[in-house]
């Protein structure tokens, strides 16, 4: 069973950048994409983007790009979001989570986020 | 954008009493393939979202038959026959039709009268 621990919680002044890891136990880790979620206080749940299996590509939810990079570094089980600029908007906890499948007719999948991470929080304050 | 407005915001429920939370989609979730691209969550009080439903209808690993979710288009429904304790949380709805623009719906808090 797939576990992804994520780093602890970070505090950060406004303008700097922060980065959150995801690190995986499990050999599917490996062929996984992972998403990145995030919910500010009492707030509910964001989509920022998912990173392909080798790191290589990509995908930024339109609020998030030019401010986030999403990279993993395979021979630590590691998955990294980057994001900079930070403002006070985005304090939140920010959630991995991973990509899991279900096969439908003809060999095609259905995707959806079956593992998650239990949150890093990040705090934006002057 | 595919825009998810969910209702009510807040359900206090009796235990053993039935739930249902509507989701509508600004856009239809029902692709080609004849599937509604609609997943359900749950988060419970402290802990991360957990996938209770995908497909609109179909339980995950694990999820008791006291949940069912329907729908197809534009309209869906999640229904907790009855309610227990420990079903009390934020229910979100998010749709994976467009597959590079994910979003949620704004979610529904169920707690216990």
């Given amino acids: 069973q797939v576990q992804l621990v994520q780093s602890g919680a970070e505090v950060k002044k406004p ?7 995801c690190k995986a136990s499990g050999n599917s880790f490996t062929i996984s994409y992972i998403h990145w979620v995030r919910q500010a206080p009492g707030q509910g749940l964001e989509w920022m983007g998912v990173v392909n299996p080798s790191g290589a590509s990509a995908t930024y939810a339109q609020n998030f790009q030019g401010r986030v990079t999403m990279t993993r570094d395979m021979s630590k089980n590691t998955v990294y979001m980057d994001l900079s600029g930070l403002r ?13 499948r279900t096969e439908l007719a003809d060999r095609k999948y259905y995707y959806y986020m079956d593992v998650w991470g239990l949150g890093t929080t990040v705090t934006v304050s002057s | ?29 029902l692709h080609s393939n004849g599937y509604n691209y609609l997943d359900w969550y749950v988060q419970k009080p402290g802990q991360s979202p957990q996938l209770l439903i995908y497909l609109g209808s179909i339980r995950a690993s694990g999820v008791p038959d006291r949940f069912r979710g329907s729908g197809s288009g534009t309209d869906f429904t999640l229904k907790i026959n009855r309610v227990e304790a420990e079903d009390v949380g934020v229910y979100y709805c998010m749709q994976t039709l467009q597959t590079l623009a994910l979003t949620f719906g704004g979610g529904t808090k169920v707690e216990i009268k």
């Fill in chain 1, 15 to 21: 303008g700097a950048s922060v980065k959150v890891s």
């Fill in chain 1, 88 to 100: 006070s908007d985005d304090t939140a906890v920010y959630y991995c989570a991973r990509r899991g």
């Fill in chain 2, 1 to 29: 954008e595919i825009v998810l407005t969910q209702s009510p915001l807040s359900l206090p429920v009796t235990p053993g009493e039935p739930a249902s939370i509507s989701c509508r989609s600004s856009q239809s979730l």
